[in-house]
């Protein structure tokens, strides 16, 4: 394997273990809407991303064409606020371990989606780590629905949960396919400057709806209602910026270094990092082990991930250049 697989999986590994984190916030803050937290977690996005730039930001903007802002905005909306609000409706609806079961598909709805990019191993090549991913969500899908969650939610509170979810998941499929292919035909920006550049315009997205949604919903805000629910805006502010920091502006910009140095049906897999590290933050959460078919669905992730890995390096082993 080169040097450059080798990192770019490094970074996706690292961006899921980032990412994980999204799962547990929204089972935290359940005093606070999904829209509350999309636009807390984005604002906050923009505010660190535009000071990450600082002076550097208008020669950028400068740089900005008018299929990059297309792109930005499409991408901020499918792959920022609404995902997010999508997941975070989903985990507090139908639970973390549900939540996090449907979103890991994704390595096999993106891989599916990008069987025809340059550098692409066939399918028939993946037919047996695909495989072991299948079956580790089966795993974890016979978990979920043989254990109660103690959740008391209803079935159609459960079901609306996994609509919820499945829409996150057809949300942050496109954007994932679109966003690798965008940053492999536009090198003008780094990855850094791209990250920063999306977090900005996600921000100011975030902004613009939360402005919408104050002036209509005021009173649930601000009201008498608001104040009797005893809402910690305090700590909704630190875990906001914490989770903008570390999953958007540093996960973020590790995986556009991964995005820009695995083909894309790799880096479908590496997206299983972000599943397998938001079970384990579930587990510590909840204070509590994982059960047998939990722990056999992480295995056989984990498996199907690094089986995936090595048949990209067999593949790809006789195109590596020296200094690569």
């Not at 590790?254 to 397998?276: D, H, M």
Request: net charge neutral.
């Amino acid at each position: 394997m080169s040097n450059r697989v080798f990192n770019g999986v490094l970074c996706g590994l690292l961006a899921g273990a980032m990412w994980g984190m999204v799962f547990i916030v929204p089972a935290y803050l359940t005093a606070f809407t999904p829209l509350e937290m999309a636009c807390g977690r984005y604002i906050a996005y923009g505010l660190i991303a535009a000071s990450l730039l600082g002076g550097r930001l208008p020669p950028l903007l400068r740089r900005l064409d008018r299929s990059d802002i297309i792109a930005m905005v499409k991408h901020a909306l499918a792959g920022n606020i609404v995902y997010y609000m999508l997941l975070a409706l989903g985990v507090q609806l139908a639970g973390v371990s549900a939540t996090s079961l449907i979103i890991g598909v994704l390595p096999i709805t993106v891989t599916l989606m990008g069987r025809k990019d340059h550098g692409a191993v066939p399918l028939r090549q993946l037919a047996w780590p695909l495989l072991l991913v299948a079956a580790g969500i089966a795993c974890i899908n016979l978990d979920v629905f043989s254990h109660d969650a103690g959740s008391g939610a209803t079935l159609p509170i459960k079901l609306a949960g996994v609509a919820c979810a499945v829409g996150a998941l057809l949300c942050w499929t496109w954007y994932s396919v679109d966003n690798a292919r965008y940053l492999q035909r536009n090198p003008h920006f780094s990855s850094g400057e791209w990250s920063a550049l999306y977090g900005v315009s996600s921000g100011l997205i975030a902004l613009a709806i939360a402005a919408v949604a104050l002036a209509v919903f005021h009173g649930d805000v601000t009201g008498a209602g608001a104040v009797a629910s005893g809402r910690d805006w305090t700590l909704f502010w630190i875990i906001n910026a914490v989770l903008a920091l570390g999953a958007s502006v540093i996960g973020n910009h590790l995986w556009n270094i991964a995005s820009r140095s695995v083909p894309l049906t790799l880096s479908g897999q590496l997206i299983l990092f972000e599943t397998l590290f938001a079970l384990g933050y579930g587990f510590i959460f909840h204070q509590q082990w994982p059960r047998v078919l939990e722990v056999a669905a992480m295995l056989l992730l984990v498996a199907g991930v690094m089986w995936s890995v090595r048949v990209h390096a067999l593949d790809n082993a006789p195109s590596v250049h020296p200094g690569d």
